[in-house]
């Protein structure tokens, strides 16, 4: 009998009844088993993918280690274009009727300067000599040639109009504009593809059936928080446990990141946590094309390309710079402030290293190397200008601007210390701690995530040291230093401390620079090796470790 609507009590009970039905409704254990079939489907087919993107990885690496064919002279590059040769030797014929000591040696002006433009000049025109030397005493006809000195300094010869390339018709200037842009951020943008490839599908693989997805994992831990930030903004006062214990909240956050997460959002309309995932790889893509300018202005295009996949790659946790995290963006700004200070633009340098501020609190580092490139600016020029000072200005008022908002917005002038404090437990020790960390983890600790941890952080202490003995960029070095000073000396999670010193890069170049001298294969088996093993590294720390990272 069907109850009366107007009565409650049926109507409750009546609720109450389907609930309790439902609840007790068996599972279709049919539908179970196939989503566990599709599951191990998807297992099986990420594993054979992971396989062939291992050996892309290894074919990558192979080919951004190759040798770089010798250089051209900036002003007999321009003058010569690469198909000058294909011209002179289509016009070989006429040539010889037009020259008759050509005609008389069977030499071209095509020989003349061998098959790859002027750079073999001087060698070409020393043996024309010597034919012309061997066939002057049987041909009277012919005039000798004037000597051309073999010197460096002597003045390249004019080229024709029509052979110039600013007239060729075939290359247009915004080809050449194409060219430049990939010949700037080209390398990178193939490093970034390869490493997030390689990231993503082990970090597939290694996820568990049952458990969360890719998409959770990108967003676990300060993911979440910073997406929180993005969506909802920061609290107004301090927060508690439910027995009154304050702990941290989200105020511990600096804002860039979270402002990009929301422009991204605002943008393209992606709910917040894809938005944060996709603001962490725009910012990757930078911090790469940063990284690998700046190297190649201090080294070579060689050595930046392979410290690129060594960051990207081979470091323990550079799975971090996919994540939603602001270790990627935070990179990027410092990259790129280093970049404009070694190009002497200092009001660049000083806007970025402000924007860099309001990312993490280690921007102490960037403020410090800013400081010594202005520094050596200044002694160098041996007088002072406005504009490395204003650079240093801006530099040094974004952090504190932020520490003091808190401060106001909480009524306490210490509010983000007392919330780091009370949340994750970091604060400045001296590195008392982590010495305490490397006693147990080399002699007590049961597990290898401790002691894996600890050695590859003495070795970083030791790369650090080495890159330091050699002629490095003292603003890069003071850079590098300051940021593991400040991880290292602070009382935070051990396992937290490879995730904080990623953006380091100063570790990276002593090994880099030792496999620019090895063989090919030999640098190449390194690189896949070490790619293979930071990948799987930071796939494990965030599939199986059980804390934070």
């Known amino acids: ?200 599908i082990l970090l597939a693989i290694m996820t568990p059936a049952d458990g969360p997805g890719l998409h959770a994992k990108l967003l676990s831990w300060d993911g979440l928080l910073y997406t929180d930030i993005a969506q909802n903004g920061y609290p107004d006062s301090f927060s508690h446990t439910p027995s009154g214990q304050l702990t941290g909240n989200n105020l511990a956050f600096f804002p860039a990141y979270p402002a990009l997460i929301r422009t991204v959002h605002a943008l393209t309309g992606l709910d917040y946590g894809t938005a944060a995932i996709t603001a962490a790889h725009l910012a990757l893509i930078s911090a790469l094309i940063a990284v690998h300018q700046l190297l190649s202005r201090l080294y070579d295009r060689r050595t930046a390309g392979i410290a690129t996949i060594l960051l990207a790659c081979a470091q323990p946790m550079a799975l971090a710079f996919l994540m939603a995290y602001s270790e990627s963006l935070f990179l990027a700004l410092a990259a790129a402030t280093l970049v404009a200070a070694h190009r002497k633009a200092w009001l660049t340098a000083g806007f970025l290293a402000l924007l860099t501020g309001l990312t993490r609190p280690a921007a102490v580092a960037v403020v410090a190397a800013l400081a010594t490139a202005v520094a050596l600016h200044l002694i160098r020029e041996r007088r002072l200008t406005w504009r490395p000072i204003t650079a240093i200005t801006l530099a040094c008022t974004a952090t504190p601007a932020y520490l003091w908002w808190v401060g106001q917005r909480l009524h306490q002038p210490d509010a983000w210390f007392t919330i780091q404090q009370a949340g994750w437990g970091t604060h400045w020790d001296n590195g008392r701690a982590f010495i305490d960390f490397l006693g147990y983890a080399l002699t007590r600790a049961d597990g290898w995530v401790p002691t894996s941890t600890a050695v590859l952080l003495l070795a970083l202490i030791a790369a650090t040291v080495i890159a330091w003995q050699r002629t490095t960029w003292p603003p890069l070095l003071v850079y590098g230093t300051a940021i593991l000073i400040l991880t290292l000396g602070q009382s935070n999670y051990y396992h937290s401390k490879l995730r904080l010193v990623a953006p380091v890069v100063i570790f990276l170049v002593p090994l880099a620079r030792i496999l620019v001298r090895a063989r090919p294969r030999t640098a190449a088996i390194v690189l896949s090796a070490a790619s293979l093993f930071g990948c799987w590294y930071g796939a494990y720390m965030l599939t199986t470790w059980h804390y934070a990272i």
């Open 1 to 200: 009998m069907k109850p009366d609507s107007t009565d409650p009590i049926a109507v409750i009970l009546l609720g109450t009844a389907e609930l309790a039905a439902r609840e007790t409704t068996p599972v279709d254990t049919q539908v179970i088993t196939a989503r566990a079939r599709r599951r191990r489907r998807r297992q099986r087919l990420a594993a054979g993918t992971g396989l062939v993107v291992a050996g892309a990885a290894a074919v990558l690496t192979a080919f951004m280690v190759l040798p770089a064919p010798a250089p051209v002279a900036p002003h007999r590059a321009r003058l010569v274009p690469d198909r000058w040769p294909d011209i002179l030797r289509r016009h070989a014929r006429h040539d010889s009727d037009r020259h008759p000591s050509c005609a008389a040696l069977r030499v071209c002006p095509s020989e003349l300067f061998g098959p790859i433009g002027i750079r073999q000049r001087p060698t070409a025109l020393t043996a024309y000599q010597e034919s012309f030397m061997k066939t002057s005493t049987t041909t009277t006809a012919v005039t000798p040639p004037p000597v051309v000195p073999d010197a460096e300094e002597s003045v390249p010869p004019v080229v024709p109009d029509h052979l110039s390339t600013q007239r060729v018709p075939g290359i247009p200037a915004g080809n050449r504009r194409l060219d430049r842009a990939w010949h700037t951020a080209g390398p990178a943008l193939v490093i970034y593809a390869g490493s997030a490839l390689l990231h993503l």
